[in-house]
């Protein structure tokens, strides 16, 4: 059944294509004129102009203008534009293979990337890259476009670093051969209880399939019985990677979306008998920075009763995008269609007043308490749907919770907000792990014991105060009891840093993840009677 989805994409894309044609061969003469008047305008320019122009640099700003005028969604990339877009859904870069970080204008790898060149090499976390083929990689021209440029490169080709080590007096000189580097879309999966497992996805890309398989599969191995689902910041991704994952909570014939334009017919998406997890309960956590693809998957459970939606309103991104590529290998991505839950909901929110208020919207949901109070939200009743079991829920712009989680801006002082945006808490964790890497792994072998025992205790408190001060931080601006309210906050994050410098991204998120007021919610609904008292499956 899943390979004649694929098929069926498929079919549809070539469809579309069609359609397209078809709509060109019936407006010959329209489109012509259309076409006429652009290349006589650009021959006007090139021959009567005051200057000398370039041609290819005027028409990608015509491109541009015109999708501009389309939607938000709809836009323009050159050839190395695309190239960096697609790296993060296609699910690989080809570099040197580590995560980094720029302290003090200088790039610290925070782990090499398993199996990658630069692990098989021995390159260390703490290491400081400060040569880069001969030339000097500190100082304020270091940033993330400059390692991209230096680091990144065709596959199998050489690139020298030389790395300061902590421990050596000497430069440590490595050549790495560059090599296809993946990027995981999966950033945690664990047991929360004997129960409950977690998994945490930032992205529907192409490996999203196989890291959730896996995942899901040594968790149902572990004793798992329900499931948090965590889509938090998830912007989303492919379609069809959507409507694969949703499939695994589902039995066969539940729509999961559809998708409609008005050059695309109509089609549909059900799930078939394939889902792995398809009787457990589950949660589904989700923030305003949860859209598209995540939006169809909250969509589709929370029509269909399967499970419970909990965080904040979700993004509102309901339109669907798809390539089209130009002579030169540039492409434009078009909107062709929305995407509709299964109820009919379209998830999309208006963009008629441009681009720049569709994107600030989010700041001003803020603004107006929307974040705060689920009060502050209007929902008229035109945009009321059911769900299977009769249910209201919300059209309109974004997936409107089940349970609403408010974000929590009493629990972040000007203090800890400070150091956070001044880099100072990472900066400062960073160098405390590098500084006793030895000692935490002696006392702490493995990450539970590290989770069970570890404590930031006053002392280490005292010196990110000193480490801050030397940072030209200035206390007497902060309200004196801001240090005590924001203990626990600021104790969780450094613990969190450091378990990540120490492990890995996933470890970072299980210690980060505790102190979240949606996850704590979600435990306490699959612990308690709410999914019974809400005959959901």
Known sequence: MNNFRYIFIVSAIFFITYSFSAVNAQNTESVDQSHLKLIRALQYIDLGYIESVDKEDLVEYAIRGMLKELDPHSVYYSVEDKKRADEPLVGSFEGIGVQFDIIRDTIVVISPIPGGPSEKLGIMPGDRIVKIDDEE?????VNNRFVQEKLRGEKDTEVTVEIKRQGVEDLLSFTIVR???????????????????????NRFSRTTMNEFNEAIDTLLKQGMENLILDLSF????????????????FGEGKMITYVEGRATPRQDFKSTEKGAFKD????????????????????????????????????????VQRPFELPDGSAIRLTTAQYFTPSGRSIQKPYDNGDEEYYTELSERLEKGELVSPEKIDFPDSLQYETAGG??????????????????TNRVSDYFSTLNRTGIINRFSFEYT??????????????????????????ILNKLEEY??????????????????????????????????????????KISVEKLDGFQKALKVLQDDTFENLNLN
Do not use: C
Request: proline letters at 3%.
């Open 434 to 459: 590098n500084d006793n890497r030895d000692e935490l792994l002696s006392n702490y072998p493995d990450l539970e014991s590290f989770i069970d025992n570890f404590n930031v205790d006053s002392s």
């Open 137 to 141: 990689s500190t100082g304020s021209k």
């Open 179 to 201: 090599d296809k580097i993946p990027i995981n879309s999966l950033d945690a999966a664990f047991m929360v209880t004997p129960e409950i497992g977690y998994i945490k996805l």
């Open 391 to 408: 249910r209201i829920v919300y059209g309109g712009g974004g997936i409107m919770p089940d349970i609403f989680i408010p974000i929590d």
């Open 234 to 249: 998830n912007s989303g991704g492919f379609l069809d990677v959507a409507i694969d994952l949703t499939d695994q909570f």
């Open 280 to 319: 457990g309960k589950l949660v589904v956590l989700v923030n305003e920075g949860s859209a598209s693809a995540s939006e169809i998957l909250s969509g589709a459970v929370q029509d269909w009763d399967r499970g419970l939606v909990i965080g904040r309103r979700t993004f509102g991104k309901g339109l």
């Open 468 to 509: 801050a001060i030397k940072n030209d931080i200035d206390f007497d601006e902060f309200d004196e009891e801001v240090v005590t309210e924001e203990d626990e906050l600021l104790k969780n994050r450094i613990k969190a840093i450091i378990a990540r410098n120490i492990w890995d991204h996933s470890a970072s998120v």
